[in-house]
């Protein structure tokens, strides 16, 4: 389907090769959709540790954050970070993990945007590997070694493979799917359960005309441009410029994706 080309197949593949080697997957979680980024994905980690941070929690609810992250611990160790989390909580959450090996291998995964990297390079800090150090060679993917653990300092993605609508529209509501890949339907969708968490009346072609106007984004004859205007609605919605909105709001649904 369009939302498996070629390259997921290969992400896929590297992520079952990297795996063999990890005591601890560190899955990150959107807080504003923890359902959502999950997607029935946790079953390859099945004889891994996993952990789970509920990321982008400054763009989510603040109750449903307890929430999730209540229901969460009943299955597995959670805590809500984001950007700027003390290293040190996350480090004290992976260590906590009781493993065999005396230097446990980590790898960090979740669907596109989530903000694994931003992760990874929280963890490592100033263990940084250097980077370009010989032109013209590629990089590949090197374990790094933290005070008493390695990570993987490429993040292992994740795609979901039981695809509803209400999927798509939440992924796109984050920021986790490519706009350009959106049918009209999903639009749809995403911008009803946007509108009921967050109160809005009109419906999206009246609301997105008003963005639009605002914006000052008019096409030749004076009419406002609609499709700039829902790309760049839905772009900052996802950055959190609208409000701190959390769109899994269901918490008995985490245990249907187990
Ligand atoms: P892909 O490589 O596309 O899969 O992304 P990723 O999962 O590695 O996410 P990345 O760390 O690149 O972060 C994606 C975007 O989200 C960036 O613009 C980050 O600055 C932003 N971001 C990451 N974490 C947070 C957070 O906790 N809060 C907020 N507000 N933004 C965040």
């Known amino acids: ?16 090769e990297n795996l063999k080697k990890v005591d601890i997957v560190v899955v990150v979680l959107d807080a504003r959709a923890p359902v959502a980024t999950t997607s029935f994905e946790l079953k390859i980690f099945k004889d891994k540790k996993v952990i789970i941070l509920l990321n982008k929690s400054d763009l989510a609810n603040e109750e449903l954050n307890k929430e999730w992250q209540k229901e969460i611990s009943k299955y597995f160790p959670v805590i809500l970070v984001n950007k700027n989390t003390d290293r040190r909580n996350i480090i004290r959450l992976i260590k906590s993990v009781p493993v065999k090996s005396p230097n446990p291998r980590i790898v960090v995964v979740g669907v596109p945007n989530v903000g694994k990297s931003t992760i990874i390079n929280k963890i490592i800090g100033r263990h940084k590997a250097k980077t370009g150090a010989q032109p013209g060679v590629t990089r590949g993917v090197q374990w790094i070694m933290v005070d008493g653990f390695t990570v993987l300092d490429s993040p292992g993605i994740l795609f979901s493979e039981v695809f ?3 999927i798509a529209a939440k992924l796109l509501l984050i920021g986790s799917v490519p ?16 509108a009921e968490v967050a109160n809005v009346g009109e419906d999206m072609d009246i609301y997105l005309r008003n963005f639009g106007k605002q914006r000052g984004f008019l096409k030749k004859g004076g009419e406002v441009d609609i499709e700039r205007a829902k790309n760049l609605f839905f772009k900052e919605l996802s950055e959190g410029k609208f409000g701190r909105f959390t769109y899994d709001v269901d918490i008995s649904k985490f245990e249907e994706v187990l």
Not at 1 to 16: D, E
Not at 184 to 191: G, L, M, Q, S, V
């Open 179 to 194: 706009v350009e890949n959106v049918t009209d339907e999903i639009y749809n969708r995403a911008f009803a359960i946007y």
């Open 1 to 16: 389907s369009i939302w498996y080309p070629g390259h997921v197949q290969k992400a896929k593949r590297q992520l079952k």
């Open 164 to 166: 509803s609508k209400d």
